[in-house]
């Protein structure tokens, strides 16, 4: 089978289920060609499996780097160029979109009728800031064209739904992280209790309130011990290093800025506690399922979070980790005080939480999942042009 995926950037660090997915189908033998605006080529060298998958830029970028034109005269051949780009994809089976964004650039430029079934993943912010900023009426023409569109949670689906997507068209696909790559080893629980907070410091992962709930766990209970570390950079860093000083939470809180994948996993594992109380974003951002929660179920290390998007599919509050309702800095206070006091069974819980991840929200299974849609949709298109059956030439022949 023949996959074209479309990405902003790729690989991006912040987008690891995008590789997953791209290494997944390529490792399988299929024929995988990823389109995006920008290609790490130094990064994908380095990352196993992606000599096998296409790595193709837009050439938009050539023509509006020509600032010798006028303006106008550079967009209209850079949007031509991408057209006449986009036409030499007609040969592949499935378009797969990540993010709503990219599907609904993909049917402009094909005028309303991509050439290639087309699979549109929505994630976040396409979906929740969209809403509130114009009621999804941008994907209007994705909704009529687009093949199928999976979000990654239910409240996303019903939205897309609510705002003119055909319901038969809609369905939730969780992502999720390679279990088996997890060692499983909860946490032993003699004090110093660690926390910590791994995110871009931006105002929809809440670490504001997760400061404000240290801070009266420090008033209620000084003689606990602990620490709360937040690992991540962004615009509201120096506002939060601000916050905790306010607060007086000294030593008890640390900065360690951005970390690389591998290093952010062993301070997950390292840590009692993974904090993550989500909040909706003034301009109406939302979180899709973070899988930063994922990888800490998965490691053994309690998730503390909120009622908060497609959170509570993950969670089960009480069970499988901890939630508070968004904002609510006594509650979260609450949640910790229990796991520090140990009145809750902690070990029960983590061993809970590694098990729904393993269940529900595996790597592998999910991106099988994904792909046996891509079989269910190709088989009727096939079917209908015996061309596509036809023997392909031997280099040709991936799956």
């Known amino acids: 089978m ?161 705002a003119g997507a055909p319901a038969e068209r809609v369905a939730v696909h969780h992502l999720g992280v390679p279990v088996a790559d997890y060692r499983f080893q909860p946490a032993d629980w003699s004090a110093p209790v660690r926390m910590i907070s791994l995110c871009r410091l931006v105002e929809k992962k809440g670490v504001e ?76 951002d939302q979180e899709g399922i973070p899988v930063t929660l994922m990888e800490a179920m998965a490691l053994g290390t309690i998730v503390c979070s909120t009622r908060h998007s497609g959170i509570p599919e993950l969670i089960h509050h009480g069970a499988s980790g901890l939630l508070a309702d968004e904002h609510d800095v006594a509650g979260l206070r609450d949640n910790l005080l229990k796991l520090l006091d140990g009145t809750c069974d902690r070990d029960a819980m983590a061993s809970a939480a590694r098990a729904k991840v393993a269940t529900d929200f595996d790597q592998q299974t999910r991106n099988a999942a994904l792909l046996a849609r891509f079989e269910e949709i190709r088989a009727p298109r096939a079917a209908r042009s015996p061309a596509k059956v036809l023997p392909r030439r031997p280099a040709e022949r991936r799956s």
Request: aromatic share 8%; proline share 4%; with cysteine.
């Open 2 to 162: 023949k996959v074209a995926v479309f990405a902003d950037a790729f690989p991006k660090l912040s987008e690891t289920f995008v590789l997953s997915q791209v290494l997944h189908f390529a490792n399988l033998g299929h024929d995988v060609t990823v389109v995006c605006r920008a290609a790490d080529t130094t990064q994908a060298i380095d990352r196993a499996g992606l000599s096998h998958v296409r790595i193709l830029e837009w050439p938009a970028a050539r023509w509006h780097a020509r600032t010798s034109l006028p303006w106008r005269l550079r967009n209209g051949l850079a949007r031509l160029a991408n057209r006449r780009f986009l036409k030499s994809l007609r040969n592949q089976d499935i378009f797969l979109a990540h993010f709503g964004w990219q599907g609904a650039g993909l049917v402009g430029l094909a005028g309303g009728k991509p050439a290639a079934p087309l699979v549109t993943i929505y994630h976040g912010r396409d979906v929740s800031h969209e809403y509130q900023s114009n009621g999804l009426t941008r994907y209007a023409a994705l909704f009529r064209a687009g093949t199928l569109h999976l979000t990654v949670n239910r409240p996303f689906a019903e939205l897309l739904e609510g």
């Open 209 to 284: 309130v997760a400061l404000e709930a240290a801070a009266e766990l420090l008033a209620q209970r000084p003689e606990l011990d602990w620490h709360y570390e937040i690992a991540g950079s962004g615009p509201l860093e120096e506002h939060l290093r601000t916050r905790a000083a306010e607060l007086g939470l000294g030593e008890r809180v640390s900065f360690v800025g951005a970390l690389e994948h591998a290093e952010a996993l062993r301070r997950i594992g390292a840590a009692h506690v993974l904090l993550a109380p989500s909040v909706t974003g003034e301009d109406g």
